[in-house]
């Protein structure tokens, strides 16, 4: 099978659209045709694109090795998520006992560390070991840090607002600090998920 049949039935075993794999690779629907009937061919650039939506290596893609998909990959990625999410929430807990309980700021950050180390650790771990970053690799690097957006700032969050509220009698009303609190989380954990969703920026 040669390139562009490749591309050709990789694209629809993916159920994708000429438009929908154009939309991925940010070029036209137009090109994507041209590759898929042989008139063009993507460049080095393109194929590492391609390589990556369709979760196969550049040598799968160019018909050296054969384009399996990856089922196993996929399960493992899903099972790490789960224990992640699972260890997060330990770690929620945790912290809900230090800060809400307590209402210790010190022991507070302190249950904030590992959640941090955590996630700091994974991300160097991964940036060391992935030589080759497939669509399905990537998905779930961003899911993973999606996951502890949404788990791990709420009490960052609280624990700067109890500071600053020791600090500078803002809150009043315990409600009042509750909400603001709240509103705050969600803007902040909302924004690092739509960063998260954001294409790499085009090196070059």
């Known amino acids: 099978m040669n390139l562009p049949e490749k591309i050709l039935a990789l694209r629809k075993a993916r159920g994708m659209s000429q438009a929908d794999l154009a939309e991925k690779l940010y070029v036209t629907r137009q090109t994507v045709s041209r590759w898929e009937r042989g008139s063009a061919a ?12 369709f979760d196969v290596s550049v040598d799968e893609l160019l ?14 990625f899903s099972r790490v ?30 249950s904030c560390l590992p959640i941090a180390c955590l996630t700091g650790g994974f991300a160097y771990a991964y940036r060391r070991h992935s030589s080759r970053e497939t669509a399905a690799a990537a998905a779930f690097r961003r899911r993973l840090f999606q996951i502890t957006a949404w788990l791990g700032t709420y009490f960052p969050v609280r624990l700067l607002l109890m500071a600053v509220s020791a600090a500078v009698p803002l809150f009043t009303v315990p409600a009042a600090f509750e909400a603001v609190t709240a509103v705050i989380y969600l803007m902040t954990a909302l924004l690092l998920t739509l960063r998260l969703e954001l294409p790499p920026a085009a090196s070059g």
Request: net charge negative.
């Open 42 to 53: 993507p460049d080095a650039e393109n194929l590492l694109r391609l390589a990556q939506v």
């Open 81 to 110: 998520l789960f224990y992640f999410a699972a260890l997060e929430l330990m770690l929620l807990l945790i912290q809900f006992l230090s800060v809400c309980v307590l209402k210790s700021v010190f022991f507070g950050l302190l």
């Open 63 to 76: 018909g050296n090795a054969p384009a399996a998909g990856q089922p196993a990959a996929s399960a493992g």
